[in-house]
């Protein structure tokens, strides 16, 4: 199975910007959802952010107007650029994509390793 490989996490102060990318490392067909998720210190994963192949969005109410996830479909990347960070926002952030890496393959779904995001007040 195809890793995904993650990108742009870091330690900003309090309003600061990062954007994350996330890829497969190897060939990849294509992707349905594209999602990020988040970890934070002593509690359960959350779903953060999600976009399907027709571009429809969501996101967790924390998030909403600070946060934009967006695909590259020839890449098979997914970005999520985070603005106006809150200490709140500290976590690992993962990546999900639920995709095929080649036609005669089912759908699968493929985690990344997760990347680190500290926002410091």
């Known amino acids: 199975q195809v890793q995904l490989v993650e990108s742009g996490g870091g330690l900003v102060q309090a309003g600061g910007s990062l954007r994350l990318s996330c890829a497969p490392a190897?060939?990849?067909?294509?992707?349905?959802?594209m999602s990020w998720y988040r970890q934070a210190p002593g509690k359960q994963r959350e779903l953060v952010a999600n976009i399907t192949h027709t571009g429809l969005t969501t996101y967790v109410d924390s998030v909403k107007g600070r946060f934009t996830i967006s695909r590259d479909d020839p890449k098979n990347t997914v970005y999520l650029q985070m603005s106006n960070l809150k200490p709140e926002d500290t976590g690992v952030y993962y990546c999900?994509?639920?995709?095929?890496?080649?036609?005669?393959?089912?759908?699968?779904?493929?985690w990344g390793q997760g990347t680190q995001v500290t926002v410091s007040s």
């Open positions: 999900y994509i639920k995709g095929k890496e080649a036609p005669w393959l089912a759908e699968l779904d493929y």
């Open positions: 190897g060939s990849f067909l294509g992707s349905t959802v």
